[in-house]
């Protein structure tokens, strides 16, 4: 077990791993996208107050979803980079940071454009989308603090930290609906509670989920291959790895 | 399907919606596909210019070391 943990951890085992994983993930993700927008826009029925409107859920919800969850994935990789010092896991930080920025903004614009015709206004300064908003900020924190470093340890380590602090935003984030009386609605889905939506409308939501996530998956694998290479970029490997594609 | 386009009066937001998830989606595959090609050429272009200063350097002895 320890034996095969050290070498899925070694980078060049890591990239050509990556490498190879990343299609398997890419195209089901693909496929899924199609299904679910499909199931969405087209099967779904509409719904009984916002008509079809409320279609919009099926880019929404897996986007303000993948950002929160990023984020938490990144913290934690930084946290492990920082203790066991293994680089490998600051690369995945590193990696994650403009995904789930590029979720986030998506989540917050696909919620202005949900609250324009629901709500009246496509903003409004709202416990949920403050914090999601803020949530945005740390990511772009996070990226300019690791590209004002030269040195990539450095890099690694100062901005392992703000993530970590960074992490304190997610219960409120999630929580915001219930601590304060907001616009935006409770969850539809429930982790121990049955759904609060039909399953005509919610087997392409779960879809649309899956579909995000393997696509992070993807790029993700895709990015991290790039971190690795600049962390290596000394080594015997990545030397016999360039030198072969010149 | 005009219907369906429509999507109950809610089209402008409904599709630009969708819209703005693709272009984040591709924009995702574009700029990772890019970042992996920057850091190829960059170490690359480093590798070579070793190469070529190598027997340079082996010819200076000491002071490249120290440089």
Redesign the interface.
Known sequence: MWTWFHKLASPPHFYRMAGLLRPWFFWPAVIL?VIG?YGG??LAP?DYQM???F??IY??VP?AYLSTTIYGLMAVAAAVGLIWRIKLAHAVAASAA??GA??T??AL??GM??G??MWGAYWAWDPRLTSELILLFIYFGYMSLRASFEDVNKADRASAVLAIVGVINLPIIHYSVIWWSSLHQGPSIKKLDAPSITGDMLWPLLIMILAFTL?FAA?LL??V??EV??RE?NSRW??DL??G?? | MADFLAMGGYAEFVWSSFGLTAIVMVFNVIAARRRLRVSLERISTRVAHQVRTAPLQQANGKEAIES
Request: avoid cysteine; glycine fraction near 8%.
């Open positions: 996208t927008t826009l087209v509409p008509g079809d409107g279609r919009i880019v929404h986007s403009p995904i590029s979720f903004a998506l614009g696909t454009l949900w324009k015709p696509f790029i895709y990015r291959k790039a290479l600049d970029q990545v030397r360039v030198s594609e010149v």
